[in-house]
């Protein structure tokens, strides 16, 4: 497949209010919630690049930086920033945003990488992506030493 597509053709925002049943006695949002949320916006972003069904075929980083409480908002917002013949590299990030004191904190990041598949489930060709940005153009640069690590971390199981 010859195609390429420019990063904003992927990027996805989603928002989501952090509501008591999704939190923890600390009243602070549970990860796997967060885990959730991740997992679909970035699935979402690779359908949306790829233009196919898409499964995860791993997680390769999520770093909680900060929680969420009830009543913040919650912003994610992912973009394909790589991609190899049927894989795609996507980066989620979230931000809490207090809607009474106007603060935005940086929540979690994450890579994942997705597979697009065909209606047999197996993996097809995804068009190539093309960074415009600066941040972009430096992410997809990097992403040859996630992708080195992915290995690395896969041959060790």
Sequence with gaps: MNFVHPTSQSR????????????????????????SYI?????????????????????DSVDFLSSAEVGDLLELEAFVTSTGR??????????????????????????????????????????????ETEEEKQLFQSAKDRKELRKKRTLLS
């Design 12 to 35: 996805t925002i989603q928002s989501r209010l952090v509501l008591p049943p999704d939190t923890n006695h600390l009243k602070t949002i549970f990860g796997g919630h967060v885990l």
């Design 86 to 131: 049927t894989s795609m590299e996507v980066l989620v990030r979230v931000h809490s945003n207090n809607l009474l004191t106007g603060i935005r904190t940086l929540t979690t990041t994450s890579f994942l990488t997705m597979v697009a598949i065909d209606e047999d489930k197996s993996p097809i060709p995804v068009p190539n992506v093309k960074p």
């Design 39 to 59: 997992d679909e916006i970035a699935a979402i972003t690779a359908m949306k690049h790829s233009g196919q069904v898409v499964v995860t075929a791993s997680i």
